[in-house]
């Protein structure tokens, strides 16, 4: 039997221990957006620091950042003849309310039919582990052939910024031929994809102050303008009829698709049909010159997240609230600059913010948009460990989602990203009941063998 052979048995015979490892982090709550779960963090830092120690790693450490800790970790026994391979992860995860939506607790991983359900089973403790899993089953059968570092984050999901400083702070130790990201995911279950392309973001929250107290609607209403109106009147103006957004400039460094860009999404299945299934929605809305899939990844929007003001208790209570706030972030796409987009949004409300109310608008965090080499060694290793396990070559497709590591990556150390993972688009990933398809992630790991054997 081939080296590679054996590892992949190695990986079916260990699927039950692979499985206790994601229920083991699954059960940390690391929610790296509230300051409550810094401990879980620290917590699934160590849980990730330990597992790297198990498997053999190297000068494993858990290293501080302005945020949340990177754990790093590497084997370069290889030699030097041999590349290098970063796989990077985040053990951070997202907030899980509404928690009365879940059918089971969130963290607890529970396995129903083919599916694991917990957060961050798919996005991306699942894609974690593996990873480790691929990587455990290679080093007790014939040895690694290429030379590893890990680079784990903990600040994903909240825009990655101060990884970009720890980057650029260690550029010899993070030097690397390529990085394998499996953070995003699949099409389907039976179409192995590989993503070339991400959108940036920019992640603000406005605020509209009125009255200094919450006022009696009855004794003031009429005369004062109301916060919680103010608010969505300016968001109301934020887009146009056909869904096209209206801050000056916004446009104005959009990168347009190419004519075969546009010819390849056609061909995507990722069709209208696609996303109506996916959403549930009884119609899709947009850019009418756009189809679906290209109004997702190809161009950028503008979104509410969320909005609040006055009273929304049980019952009534007839008052003219003293404020509202609405979380706001734009998707964007090369060559949109986040601050750039700040301006925007600060010029629309100088221009449009009527005077009888006080505004306050604040960057919480930003990602860069990114476009990743498809000729690259590393997506032909990929693609060729997909051909193998799948039978299939793989779809390539942009995606709407952002990580912020790829650009940080290409900036400050020019290691491009395979981009990749076994998540699929009904994970309900950001939302409850969160999932992973079982056997598409164990079809995943034998696919990540191959691809360190291919490259
Ligand atoms: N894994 C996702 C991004 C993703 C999803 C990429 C699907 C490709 C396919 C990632 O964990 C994520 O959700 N990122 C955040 C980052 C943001 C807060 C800067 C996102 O996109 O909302
Ligand atoms: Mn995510």
Redesign the pocket.
């Known amino acids: 039997m081939s080296t590679v052979q054996q590892a992949v048995e190695y990986a079916r015979k260990n699927q039950d221990k692979f499985l206790d490892d994601l229920k083991a982090i699954v059960a940390i709550p690391s929610i790296s957006t509230t300051p409550e779960n810094k401990s879980d963090m620290d917590r699934a830092a160590e849980w990730m620091a330990s597992r790297l120690r198990n498997l053999g790693m190297n000068n494993v450490q858990i290293m501080p950042t302005g945020g949340p800790p990177v754990v790093y970790g590497e084997w370069l026994d290889a030699g030097k003849n041999r590349p290098t391979v970063m796989v990077y992860g985040?053990y951070d995860v997202?907030p899980v309310d509404p928690l009365d939506l879940w059918d089971t607790p969130p963290f607890e991983a529970i396995t129903r039919g083919d599916n694991m359900f917990g957060r961050g089973t798919s996005?991306?403790k699942g894609q974690v582990v593996a990873s480790l899993s691929a990587v455990e089953s290679i080093i007790n059968t014939g040895g690694l052939p290429v030379n590893l570092k890990w680079l784990l984050e903990g600040e994903?999901?909240?825009?990655?910024e101060h990884l970009g400083e720890f980057i650029q702070k260690h550029k010899e130790l993070l030097k690397a031929d390529v990085c394998l990201n499996p953070?995003?995911?699949m099409i389907s279950a039976d179409l192995p994809t590989i993503?070339y392309g991400?959108?940036g973001?920019i992640?603000m929250e406005l605020r509209i102050y009125g009255p200094s107290r919450d006022l009696h609607s009855g004794l003031f209403g009429g005369t004062v303008h109301n916060p919680a109106q103010a608010i969505i009147e300016l968001i109301a103006g934020m887009h146009d009829k056909n869904g096209t957004i209206t801050l000056p400039g916004f446009y104005a460094n959009v990168r347009k698709l190419s004519d075969q860009e546009r010819k390849d999404m056609a061909q995507l299945p990722t069709n209208e049909k696609f996303f109506l299934e996916q959403t549930g929605v009884p119609a899709l809305w947009g850019e009418p010159e756009f189809i679906p899939i290209e109004r997702t990844s190809g161009r950028p929007t503008l979104e509410v997240n969320g909005l609040l003001s006055g009273f929304t208790g049980e019952g009534s209570k007839t008052v003219l609230p003293a404020w509202a706030m609405a979380k706001i972030s734009c998707r964007l796409v090369p060559d949109q600059t986040p601050m750039e987009i700040f301006k925007c949004m600060q010029a629309y409300l100088e221009a449009n913010a009527p005077r009888d109310i006080r505004w306050e608008l604040k960057n919480l965090?930003?990602?860069g948009a990114a476009i990743t080499d498809i000729k690259s060694a590393g997506v032909q290793a990929m693609s060729k460990a997909f051909e193998t396990v799948w039978g299939k070559r793989p779809l390539f497709k942009r995606?709407?989602?952002?990580?912020?590591v790829v650009v940080q990556l290409q900036e400050y150390v020019g290691v491009e990203s395979v981009?990749t993972?076994f998540?699929l688009p009904e994970d309900n990933?950001?939302s409850p009941n969160e999932k992973l398809h079982l056997p598409t992630w164990r079809r995943g790991i034998e696919a990540l063998i191959h691809f360190f054997h291919n490259f």
């Open positions: 985040h997202q996005d991306m994903e999901e909240i825009g990655s953070d995003a995911g993503t991400l959108r973001l992640y965090h930003t990602a995606e709407g989602g952002s990580i912020g981009l993972g998540g990933v950001h």
